[in-house]
């Protein structure tokens, strides 16, 4: 009798183990080498604008240049070419040209680097109660009372009208003060207590104290308020009148931490998805010679609030900066060819999935969930209830994925984001699935997504960094 088998195999049942019991000891200390790296890179990059900017440091020190530079056509792109393009100083587009012609598609790891915070309106600055403060709008899906007693940073930039930018970060240096949003003691509570977790924090509540000490000028009116102002025009020049053309955000203040008494795992703010902005980035990076296929790592904006605006992955500059690239590498550029490129690409989308919790069982179906430390995890879809809002990858491209992470040695398991019509939630894969290539999510599993303070596994970050790097030098079948 026939068998539609390749070949008799020993080992016919599917199970995933914790990567620890596979993972050899010198690889072990590369996934420790990488997890420090990485720290330091998190601990430096708590909004879009800085891990924009310590990725163009990353890849300027790699040998990569601006593809600005090129634009007007004179020099052409060879293979082995390095290059990058920023979008506004938060989106960012690295690339490696490889041996085939663009019009084969490229290999293109695509994260973004926004992560759910609370922003400073435009008018913020206020006195009430002896105190000034400054009211906010959060960013993103968080659940607000997290936010509430703890230390806060405030990171930004005001921006003049003459063009001037001036960069603040208050909160980060040990020396410097923190910043902090109150709650209700629970002596005060009953009725705080009778509503939802939803309802408990409402958001124009979110407000942020950051002084109480009044001006000794007795005519002055909001004596407290002023005295604020006046300590920012004496520190940064700026006036009242600057926070209109101004990005501040509010983040959790201080460096992510080993965590565990084995100190297995990294508890931070914005792992999501600065995690695997990383890895992709570093893994572009350490591309030893010319890839088959051209390598890109994309680093979008506003995936949080879904993708908009001239920063996230919904506007053009994907596929603008893929026209200048082709533009470069060929004598005659068409839109016939632009749009072979993009339908020929494979994509990974590199974000965050959730670790199954044994706190919260319930919410998972554990045979589908991800482990902690069980490796990066490959998602085949994501949405919510009928799958809406996924682009529900191959199966075919599913086998390619397999093919190249089992030919690597990456330590790789398969998630979902709950059980079904438990909740869902939606990545940049639809975005790119749009222009026919194949597109795939994968990335690391986190316990406490949204939170202030996220957790990841060391091994699933290394194996995430991993399979990127893969992904991006492998050929294709």
Same mark, same amino acid.
């Given at each position: 009798?026939?068998? $539609?088998?390749?070949?008799?195999?020993? %080992?016919?049942?599917?199970?995933?183990?914790?990567?620890?019991?596979?993972?050899?000891?010198?690889?072990?200390?590369?996934?420790?080498?990488?997890?420090?790296?990485?720290?330091?890179?998190?601990?430096?990059?708590?909004?879009?604008?800085?891990?924009?900017?310590?990725?163009?440091?990353?890849?300027?020190?790699?040998?990569?240049?601006?593809?600005?530079?090129?634009?007007?056509?004179?020099?052409?792109?060879?293979?082995?070419?390095?290059?990058?393009?920023?979008?506004?100083?938060?989106?960012?587009?690295?690339?490696?040209?490889?041996?085939?012609?663009?019009?084969?598609?490229?290999?293109?790891?695509?994260?973004?680097?926004?992560?759910?915070?609370?922003?400073?309106?435009?008018?913020?600055?206020?006195?009430?109660?002896?105190?000034?403060?400054?009211?906010?709008?959060?960013?993103?899906?968080?659940?607000?009372?997290?936010?509430?007693?703890?230390? $806060?940073?405030?990171?930004?930039?005001?921006?003049?009208?003459?063009?001037?930018?001036?960069?603040?970060?208050?909160?980060?240096?040990?020396?410097?003060?923190?910043?902090?949003?109150?709650?209700?003691?629970?002596?005060?509570?009953?009725?705080?207590?009778?509503?939802?977790?939803?309802?408990?924090?409402?958001?124009? %509540?979110?407000?942020?104290?950051?002084?109480?000490?009044?001006?000794?000028?007795?005519?002055?009116?909001?004596?407290?308020?002023? %005295?604020?102002?006046?300590?920012?025009?004496?520190?940064?020049?700026?006036?009242?009148?600057?926070?209109?053309?101004?990005?501040?955000?509010?983040?959790?203040?201080?460096?992510?931490?080993?965590?565990?008494?084995?100190?297995?795992?990294?508890?931070?703010?914005?792992?999501?998805?600065?995690?695997?902005?990383?890895?992709?980035?570093?893994?572009?990076?350490?591309?030893?010679?010319?890839?088959?296929?051209?390598?890109?790592?994309?680093?979008?904006?506003?995936?949080?609030?879904?993708?908009?605006?001239?920063?996230?992955?919904?506007?053009?500059?994907?596929?603008?900066?893929?026209?200048?690239?082709?533009?470069?590498?060929?004598?005659?550029?068409?839109?016939?060819?632009?749009?072979?490129?993009?339908?020929?690409?494979?994509?990974?989308?590199?974000?965050?999935?959730?670790?199954?919790?044994?706190?919260?069982?319930?919410?998972?179906?554990?045979?589908?969930?991800?482990?902690?430390?069980?490796?990066?995890?490959?998602?085949?879809?994501?949405?919510?209830?009928?799958?809406?809002?996924?682009?529900?990858?191959?199966?075919?491209?599913?086998?390619?994925?397999?093919?190249?992470?089992?030919?690597?040695?990456?330590?790789?398991?398969?998630?979902?984001?709950?059980?079904?019509?438990?909740?869902?939630?939606?990545?940049?894969?639809? $975005?790119?699935?749009?222009?026919?290539?194949?597109?795939?999510?994968?990335?690391?599993?986190?316990?406490?997504?949204?939170?202030?303070?996220?957790?990841?596994?060391?091994?699933?970050?290394?194996?995430?960094?991993?399979?990127?790097?893969?992904?991006?030098?492998?050929?294709?079948?």
């Amino acid at each position: 009798m026939k068998t $539609l088998a390749e070949k008799p195999s020993k %080992n016919i049942a599917y199970a995933h183990k914790n990567g620890y019991e596979i993972i050899s000891a010198a690889e072990a200390k590369l996934m420790e080498a990488f997890n420090k790296l990485y720290l330091d890179f998190l601990s430096d990059s708590k909004t879009e604008r800085e891990a924009h900017d310590k990725g163009v440091n990353l890849l300027e020190a790699s040998g990569f240049k601006d593809l600005v530079k090129f634009e007007n056509g004179r020099i052409k792109l060879a293979p082995g070419d390095r290059v990058y393009k920023s979008c506004a100083g938060k989106t960012l587009m690295a690339v490696i040209i490889g041996k085939k012609p663009l019009e084969a598609g490229m290999h293109i790891v695509g994260a973004h680097t926004d992560a759910p915070r609370i922003d400073i309106k435009q008018n913020p600055l206020y006195e009430n109660g002896d105190m000034a403060l400054l009211d906010t709008h959060y960013y993103g899906g968080i659940k607000k009372y997290q936010w509430v007693t703890i230390p $806060l940073a405030l990171h930004g930039v005001f921006v003049k009208p003459n063009g001037k930018t001036i960069t603040i970060t208050i909160g980060e240096d040990p020396s410097d003060p923190v910043l902090c949003i109150t709650d209700l003691l629970p002596h005060l509570s009953a009725d705080q207590n009778k509503k939802t977790l939803s309802e408990g924090i409402e958001g124009e %509540n979110l407000d942020v104290i950051v002084g109480s000490v009044p001006v000794s000028e007795k005519s002055r009116k909001e004596k407290i308020k002023h %005295n604020i102002l006046q300590l920012l025009h004496d520190k940064y020049g700026v006036t009242e009148e600057d926070f209109l053309s101004a990005e501040l955000e509010l983040v959790p203040a201080g460096r992510p931490r080993e965590a565990g008494l084995d100190r297995s795992m990294i508890l931070g703010y914005g792992q999501d998805d600065r995690v695997c902005a990383y890895a992709g980035l570093k893994a572009l990076v350490d591309i030893k010679g010319i890839p088959e296929y051209t390598a890109s790592v994309l680093l979008c904006d506003k995936e949080e609030i879904g993708s908009v605006g001239a920063t996230g992955m919904a506007s053009n500059f994907f596929e603008n900066t893929s026209a200048e690239l082709l533009n470069l590498t060929t004598d005659s550029y068409n839109e016939l060819t632009l749009k072979r490129a993009l339908n020929n690409s494979w994509m990974i989308s590199a974000d965050v999935n959730a670790l199954f919790d044994p706190l919260y069982a319930s919410v998972s179906e554990k045979k589908n969930s991800a482990i902690l430390n069980h490796g990066v995890c490959l998602s085949k879809y994501g949405g919510s209830r009928g799958k809406s809002g996924s682009s529900d990858a191959s199966a075919e491209f599913v086998a390619e994925i397999r093919r190249i992470f089992d030919k690597a040695g990456v330590i790789w398991q398969t998630g979902e984001l709950g059980k079904v019509d438990q909740g869902g939630g939606g990545t940049i894969a639809w $975005l790119m699935a749009r222009y026919g290539m194949h597109v795939v999510d994968c990335g690391v599993g986190l316990l406490s997504m949204h939170s202030p303070m996220e957790l990841a596994g060391k091994l699933d970050i290394f194996m995430a960094y991993k399979a990127y790097l893969a992904f991006l030098k492998d050929g294709r079948k």
